[in-house]
């Protein structure tokens, strides 16, 4: 796709060049009105050239995001552990859940692994470092608190 895109934008310049080629012809023949639709032509293929620009812009974007996911797909499947309604990181030694478990908002909203961390040094409750939802009472499998 990104290649169409390439293509795309490098037809558009192909057709500015055309278009700056038709108004030295109409500057030398002193043809105002052609011109004026010269003009009209590049201002036209200028704003198709700024909108292949922002189309390609939010396609990279897009497959940064589709490897991003890949990616927590992949470690989801690999490296956790559900044990509803939480996930976990898995445990190398025996596969099962290991300290803490993920944010559950942030992976049912947002689709991220963030893992929950402790709120204070002793106590039950735990919180998001990245969405700062607190909890209270979720399970933890491991000694690091
Ligand atoms: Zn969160």
Redesign the pocket.
């Known amino acids: 796709m990104i290649g169409e895109i390439a293509a795309a934008a490098s037809r558009i310049d192909v057709a500015m060049h055309l278009a700056r080629g038709a108004k030295t012809v109409a500057d030398a023949l002193g043809d105002a009105e052609m011109k004026f639709k010269i003009a009209d032509i590049y201002s036209a293929l200028s704003d198709a050239k700024a909108a292949i620009a922002g189309a390609e812009v939010g396609l990279a974007a897009k497959d940064k995001e589709i490897d991003r996911l890949k990616q927590q797909f992949q470690r989801m499947e690999s490296d956790t552990v559900e044990l509803a309604p939480y996930r976990f990181r898995k445990s190398v030694t025996d596969g099962q859940p290991a300290g803490r478990p993920f944010?559950p908002?942030?992976l049912e909203v947002d689709g991220y692994l963030?893992l929950t961390e402790r709120a204070k040094r002793s106590g039950p409750s735990v919180f998001?470092p990245?969405?700062?939802?607190n909890y209270n009472g979720l399970p933890n499998y491991g000694s690091d608190g």
Do not use: A, E, H, N
Request: hydrophobic fraction near 10%; proline fraction near 0%.
């Open positions: 944010c908002r942030c963030i998001c990245q969405c700062k939802t």
